[in-house]
Antibody, heavy 120, light 106 residues
């Protein structure tokens, strides 16, 4: 059974870089059939897709966030990561990692999510 | 970008009620639409994909319909465990986008 687990600091200072890792178990991120993505949800607000990558090297980002976001992969560790620079309080959110198909772009399964607070 | 608009934002309902939530896309997305259920403090759960296909394990009281720009999620007889927030998501093209959510409350 595929499982995803987010990890990283729960508190980041304004203007610094937010870095999270998603560890995948029960399946390989090298699969050609799937994309791996990040989604976030500010407290009390809606879901927002951040970006997605494929093992082929293809990467897609949200139009509004792409100037600050990088998604990368560590294949031997079966992990992928999110780096989000120049954060502000508006980036405070629960961050989720999830898998979607390479044609059917719906997310399943999801990680449990990790809350990141941006504050000095 | 394809904008997704859900309505209503809140639904006040009772156990046994029939509930319908609408999702509209700013451009045609065929049937590339998913619905998710999210309970407080939990990750979203995929309910319906391809606009009308029930994810494995999801009760049959949930159904989805629509194509193009207008879609609906229907709960035929609301159960206590269905009180949650529901999101639609277009899966037609990048950037992927979600609706604003509909909270189903007692």
């Amino acid at each position: 059974q595929l499982q995803l687990q987010e990890s990283g600091p729960g508190l980041v200072k304004p203007s610094e870089t937010l870095s999270l890792i998603c560890t995948v178990s029960g399946g390989s991120i090298r699969s050609n059939n799937y994309y791996w993505g990040w989604i976030r949800q500010p407290p009390g607000k809606a879901l927002e897709w951040i970006g997605t990558f494929h093992s082929s090297g293809s990467t897609y980002y949200s139009s509004s966030l792409k100037s600050r976001v990088t998604i990368s992969v560590d294949t031997p560790k079966n992990q992928f990561s999110l780096n989000f620079n120049s954060v502000t309080a508006a980036d405070t959110a629960v961050y989720y990692c999830a898998r979607h198909g390479n044609i059917d772009n719906w997310f399943d399964p999801w990680g449990q999510g990790t809350l990141v607070t941006v504050s000095s | 970008d394809t904008q997704m608009t859900q309505s209503p934002s809140f639904v006040y309902a009772s156990v046994g009620d029939r509930v319908t939530i609408t999702c509209r896309a700013s451009q045609g997305i065929s049937t590339w639409l998913a619905w998710y259920q999210q309970k407080p403090g939990k990750a979203p759960k995929l309910l319906i994909y391809g606009a009308s296909n029930l994810q494995s394990g999801v009760p049959s009281r949930f159904s989805g319909s629509g194509s193009g720009t207008e879609f609906t999620l229907t709960i035929s007889s609301l159960q206590p465990e269905d009180f949650a927030t529901y999101y639609c998501q277009q899966a037609n093209s990048f950037p992927l986008t979600f609706g604003g959510g509909t909270k189903v409350e007692i």
